[in-house]
């Protein structure tokens, strides 16, 4: 099936008996979550590829014109209703990449508004009190919350604590010498639970541990790429554009409750090394995006933005495109101008890109990679997929990045790695403790010691 056969209707539901957008969402649906709004995807309506992933510019720039070229009634004209284009998408640039139009886009708004898109290459009949009936029967499966807790998983690492140490301590080196400026090294585990995932009550759980990320679960690969995103890759509507790029990580306070052990409490605003890491990567998204502005609003100064385990160094970044509708560049265009930012790759990009595939255990996959939508006006919100987890069936594989700086310290690096793995760990297995010694030693962490590395699985707690 092609755009050209496609029809799709947009209308506002009427009142009647909540949808719940997790269940509806379900085990394999699409679902992006914010404060502002909640977007699920059902079905298929079409499958645009990039081969080349993004360094195929004109392949970036079709998919706007290919959601244009549907048929669309839109009813509703708010963001987030006609045509969207869902994906979550390799952190590797270069690597193919996939995005899915759904056949039925459900959404919800702050305010209260719910409407549906519907997509298929013949007329729909079905009235808007048919259509919520249709989605309440459709989200009446068990909710996930009343699914048993999850069981402690077993953990493997895809390498030791101590290897995760020398890479660092490498990468200083490396930086020493006038290599680099800054890489983000990560860290990756593999859980293994007694029974599959919950997916709705995962998402859920996300929901209420992190109010203010963006929390997702994509289609990926035969498995579902799920997390609770605190950093803004970029924001189109119009001729507006947003980004929050985030670096520099603190514990928040060194709560006892995470189960990690702490670092001493320090105000990442007075902190030289996180606000030199979190300079650079403001100045190199306001280097990406200035030649594309007309005007462009880059704050002195970050702001300290606290999440439910640790806190950030964050920007807001605003400007207003130049060009006209047609001619500006698309959400899709600007990710692709902007990822990997130095705050999932480091500076200079290539060099950095390099240094990772050399130095980390596996390809990140998802990991990193942009999360988001594109509309048929080439507005859209993606996210950096970041504390997240790569779930099929009984399986969760997980990782954690920090920026490597002149002035990082490998021990410091490694128990940042803990706090931003306990972040997920937290709503993956809530009850459960991830830490497993005292993470100033490099042979403790809250995977495993490096001499247990080749032993078997065992519990967290």
Known sequence: MTERNLRATSLLLDDGPPIDPFSLAGPSG????????????????????????????DGVASVQHRLAAIDTDDRVRRAGSGVLAFGSLPFDRVMPGTLLVPELLYGRSADGAE?????????????????????LARSSFPAGDLAPPPTSPSITPLASDRCF?????????????????????????????????????????????????????????????????????????GPSVRCRPLAGTSSRAGDASSGVAPAPFHDLRTSTKDNSEHRLVVEAIADALAPLCTQ?????????????????????????????????????????????????????????????????????????????????????????????????????????????????????????????????????????????????????SVTMSSDQLDESPRRAG
């Open 296 to 444: 462009l609003d880059v704050p002195s100064s970050p702001d300290l933005i606290h999440f439910h385990n640790v806190s950030h160094l964050g920007t807001r970044i605003s400007g207003t495109l130049s060009g006209t509708s047609s001619s500006r560049p698309t959400v899709l265009e600007l990710v692709a101008t902007l990822h990997p930012t130095p705050a999932v790759g480091g500076i200079p990009r290539q060099h950095a890109l390099r240094v990772i595939e050399e130095l980390e255990p596996a390809g990140r996959a998802h990991y990193a990679g942009p999360v988001g939508w594109i509309d048929a006006a080439g507005d859209g919100r993606w996210v950096v997929g970041i504390r997240a987890a790569t779930v099929a069936g009984r399986h969760a594989h997980l990782a954690a990045g920090v920026g490597i700086v002149e002035g990082s310290d490998p021990l410091s690096e490694l128990r940042e790695t803990n706090w931003k793995f306990t972040a997920v760990f937290d709503a993956l297995a809530p009850g459960h403790k991830l830490v497993a010694g005292d993470s100033r030693e490099p042979r403790h």
């Open 30 to 57: 699409i679902i992006i979550a914010t404060a502002e709004m909640t977007l699920v995807g059902l079905g298929t309506a079409l499958s645009i590829s990039l081969p080349e992933g993004l360094e195929d510019g």
């Open 115 to 135: 409407w549906l898109t519907v997509i298929s290459d013949g007329p729909g009949t079905t009235s808007s009190a048919g259509w919520r009936a249709e989605l």
């Open 165 to 237: 140490v020398e890479a660092v301590d490498r990468a200083v080196g490396n930086i020493r010498r006038g290599e680099l400026r800054k890489v983000v090294l990560a860290r990756q585990i593999e859980l293994t639970f007694d029974t599959p995932v919950d997916i709705p009550a995962l998402v859920r759980r996300w929901r209420d541990v992190e109010p203010t990320a963006t929390v997702f679960s994509m289609p990926v690969d035969g498995a579902q790429f799920v997390g609770a995103s605190p950093e803004l890759l970029v924001a189109r509507a």
